[in-house]
């Protein structure tokens, strides 16, 4: 208790006391550390909330950044005749900034109030075990992606796409700064999706750490990210856990504008046949491999070159319709 007792000042010191300082982990000091020095848990939970934030987004960007400027990796770019330049990255860098401190910064301080009215712990340590974090987190990732496939589709029609999400699909070929390039109103629309499975889990349960909160956060920016990195390896993890979704499917909703409407998993997509003309090109694909096994690898680049054109031309054509229909079916034109 000296040690804590050193370092907890005024306000947190009856929340902290009786509490065994020196049985806790590093982690678990660190975390009392850090609400002690900031003596205001609202401000505290707000600004590691948006340094967590930044930390995970633009750190895990960063090896996309140096694949990108690779050649050596250019085998395993999905749409290889589309490399992100410098200067594009540094465009779609500073509109993320902005957005991320304009908006982003001030509203975060909202969450903690709004944690702990619905009965998270924030400051409490210890921490949960990963026993009863990992069910946690899985069930967020479900209702995650079941929440982005339907409003992701909304987002697909009308006015909702005019002015909302065609901002994210300026870039046909994403990288994975590009996961977060999108309208305000998406970030909060898709942003739902992440928050609110806590939320109405913790509200239910009454049994829910903001750590857990964290590491699913966490875990959904690496998602996000590598999901736009535009690169398919052997070792990517939908090759191990095929029901994964990964940059091999999300970076077809960008090149071809349909289909491939979730985030993490594939099986809504596939329920619910959002994923038909994804697998008829993946089909093709491995079709025309085997048919051009004795070509040359020249060949069989145009080959597959030509039919990305004809995909993102279709695509151009679809993203036209969509505009032009509304939110609850059929067109909105006036003829
Ligand atoms: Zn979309
Ligand atoms: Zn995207």
Not at 136 to 143: G, R, T, Y
Not at 217 to 234: E, K, M, T
Not at 246 to 259: I, L, P, Y
């Amino acid at each position: 208790m000296a040690a804590l007792n050193s370092t907890v000042p005024s306000a947190l010191t009856e929340l902290y006391s009786g509490l065994d300082f020196a049985s806790l982990s590093w982690l678990e000091q660190t975390w009392v550390s850090w609400y002690a020095y900031i003596d205001n848990p609202t401000v505290a939970t707000g600004l590691m909330s948006f340094l967590i934030h930044e930390v995970v987004y633009f750190g895990r960007s960063i090896p996309w950044i140096i694949i990108d400027a690779m050649p050596y990796f250019r085998k395993w770019k999905l749409q290889p005749a589309k490399i992100p330049t410098p200067a594009e990255q540094w465009a779609c860098t500073k509109q993320v900034l902005l957005y991320h401190f304009t908006i982003e910064f001030p509203l975060i301080f909202l969450f903690h109030p709004t944690a702990e009215a619905l009965g998270m712990q924030t400051y409490q340590v210890p921490f949960p075990s990963l026993k009863t974090m990992a069910p946690q987190v899985f069930l967020f990732f479900f209702f995650e992606d079941f929440f982005h496939f339907c409003a992701h589709q909304a987002l697909h029609t009308g006015v909702l796409y005019k002015h909302i999400h065609k901002i994210h699909h300026k870039y046909s070929a994403p990288f994975g700064l590009a996961a977060e390039y999108a309208h305000p109103a998406e970030v909060f629309i898709l942003g739902a999706g992440t928050i609110l499975g806590p939320l109405i889990y913790c509200f239910f349960t009454q049994n829910l750490h903001i750590i857990t909160v964290y590491l699913w956060i966490v875990l959904r920016l690496f998602q996000a990210i590598d999901a736009h990195s535009g690169y398919d390896f052997p070792w990517s993890l939908h090759n191990f856990v095929p029901f994964w979704s990964g940059a091999e499917h999300h970076d077809f909703h960008h090149m071809a504008f349909t289909n491939n409407f979730s985030t993490s998993f594939r099986w809504w997509d596939r329920i619910f046949g959002t994923d038909d003309k994804y697998r008829a090109y993946r089909k093709k694909v491995r079709e025309a491999k085997k048919a051009m096994a004795g070509q040359s690898e020249e060949k069989k680049k145009e080959w597959e070159q030509a039919l990305m054109r004809q995909i993102e031309k279709e695509g151009i054509e679809a993203e036209k319709e969509a505009e032009a229909k509304s939110l609850f079916g059929g067109s909105s034109k006036m003829d």
